[in-house]
């Protein structure tokens, strides 16, 4: 089965600062992909980023950046110069063969 | 392009009552998925669909749900004698993802809010 753990429910960053979001995943699988959402308090869900399991370089978009440890089985997001609207719930997820599987998410406030 | 489309926004049910989740997946997406959220809690997985066949339905409870995605339509997610613990967020996303060719990442709606009183 394949399991994501994120083990921090809230985090908090003062505006422009950086925060990093922790998440570790378990699976069988050796072809999978990994993935942060976003969701506001709309409750959209946004894709953030996206990890290739097979490629080594880390995935990077504008502010957010990851660092994939492959062999520890951990996929962390970095945010750098924090906004207010990044104020969010933050979902790392782990996609296989078929389904997606979401952890239980981070809280981020964003103080200004 | 239309992203996924989710009628209705909200519902509100009493308990008994089934109530009728619709999803039209993103144009030239043919695998549909549904998830529940519960308050202060992650996506859940409840089913995958593509068009007319249930590939997994490994987290659908096993009494008083049921999902399709026929031929022609919206895929329906159905929740008969809804009880309190129904109350939820349930979303759908699609994906045009084959393992060869695609990228995993899945399309979400905005949500179908269930309020069961």
């Known amino acids: 089965a394949q399991t994501v753990t994120q083990s921090q429910p809230e985090m908090s960053v003062q505006e422009a600062e950086t925060v990093t979001l922790s998440c570790t995943y378990d699976t069988s699988e050796s072809d999978y992909y990994l993935f942060w959402y976003k969701q506001p308090p709309s409750r959209q869900m946004i894709l953030v980023i996206r990890q290739e399991a097979y490629k080594q370089q880390n995935a990077t978009e504008n502010r957010f950046s990851v660092n994939f440890q492959k062999a520890a089985k951990s996929f962390s997001l970095k945010i750098s110069d924090s906004q207010l609207g990044d104020a969010a719930m933050y979902f790392c997820a782990l996609g296989g063969s078929e389904k997606l599987v979401f952890g239980k998410g981070t809280k981020l406030t964003v103080n200004p | 392009n239309a992203g996924v489309m989710q009628n209705p926004r909200h519902l509100v049910r009493r308990r008994g009552q089934e109530a009728r989740l619709r999803c039209s997946p993103m144009?030239?997406?043919?695998?549909v998925y549904w998830y529940r959220q519960l308050p202060e809690e992650g996506l859940k997985f409840m089913v995958y669909?593509?068009?007319?066949?249930?590939?997994?339905e490994s987290g659908m409870p096993k009494e008083r749900f049921s999902a399709e995605f026929p031929k022609e339509g919206p895929s329906i997610l159905r929740i008969q004698q809804v009880v309190r613990g129904d109350s939820a967020a349930y979303f759908c996303a699609s994906s045009p993802w084959n393992r060869a060719t695609g990228t995993g990442e899945l399309f979400f709606g905005e949500g179908s809010r269930l309020t069961v009183l």
């Open positions: 144009k030239g997406h043919s695998h």
């Open positions: 669909l593509q068009k007319e066949n249930i590939i997994d």
